[in-house]
């Protein structure tokens, strides 16, 4: 059964540093994604990662795909205080269970 | 094209109530998650459904359940409701199960009960 680890859960950081929040999950994944949460709201996606060493990148966000270590980095550049959320991973094995499995969110919350 | 949609967005039940959340997936998408999230728990899986017929489960209690209509909207159902059913109810649609299109999720539910 895939299970789904992150690491921080909480992150307080000042704004303009850098931090990287880390996703390991148990089994192969078929894909691996990043959404963030705003309080009260829904989630929104920012990246599907399929393939070992897939990188992507979207402003200050930066995302990789390690399969052989089961591990995804989420890597914030400069933070500045809009990227405070909450930012989940998940897995999604693609077996005749395909579901799509959590983590339990990093909350990160950047200092002015 | 709109997104995902969910009714009502706020809830407050009493216990031992029934309630009943509703889902509209994406145009043109077949399968509708749902999803529970509360502080405690995280986000963890109710049950999808594709085709008006319920293809995966999670680990819920037999007074969650859900259906499918021809048009692919969804509801949820909870009876005899736990003051622990207070939680944002999310549901995600996609295309289609089996292939690995990305879900896109609703605004939520939230249902508190007292």
């Known amino acids: 059964e895939l299970k789904v680890e992150q690491n921080p859960l909480f992150l307080s950081m000042q704004e303009g540093k850098n931090y990287t929040i880390y996703c390991n999950y148990s089994?192969?994944?078929?894909?691996l994604y990043w959404y963030r949460q705003d309080p009260g709201k829904s989630l929104e996606s920012l990246f599907v990662?399929?393939?070992?060493?897939a990188v992507k990148q979207e402003g200050r966000l930066m995302a990789s795909l390690d399969t052989k270590a089961r591990l995804s980095t989420l890597h914030i550049t400069a933070a500045v205080h809009d990227l405070s959320a909450t930012y989940f991973c998940?897995?999604?094995?693609?077996?005749?269970?395909?579901?799509?499995?959590f983590g339990k969110g990093t909350r990160l919350h950047i200092l002015p | 094209k709109a997104g995902v949609t969910q009714t009502p967005r706020y809830l407050i039940k009493t216990r031992g109530q029934q309630v009943t959340l509703s889902c509209s997936p994406i145009?043109?998408?077949?399968?509708v998650s749902w999803y529970q999230q509360t502080p405690g728990q995280g986000l963890q899986f109710l049950f999808e459904?594709?085709?008006?017929?319920?293809?995966n489960k999670g680990n819920f209690p037999g007074r969650f359940s859900g259906r499918q209509f021809s048009n692919s909207r969804s509801e949820m159902n909870v009876s005899t409701l736990e003051l622990g059913d207070s939680a944002l109810y999310l549901c995600?649609?996609?295309?289609?199960?089996?292939?690995?299109?990305?879900?896109?999720f609703g605004p939520g539910t939230r249902l508190t009960v007292t």
């Open positions: 995600a649609s996609r295309n289609s199960p089996g292939v690995l299109y990305e879900q896109y």
């Open positions: 089994t192969t994944s078929d894909r």
């Open positions: 990662l399929l393939s070992n060493g």
């Open positions: 998940a897995g999604h094995l693609m077996n005749r269970d395909d579901k799509i499995i």
């Open positions: 145009s043109g998408h077949r399968s």
């Open positions: 459904y594709f085709s008006e017929t319920q293809r």
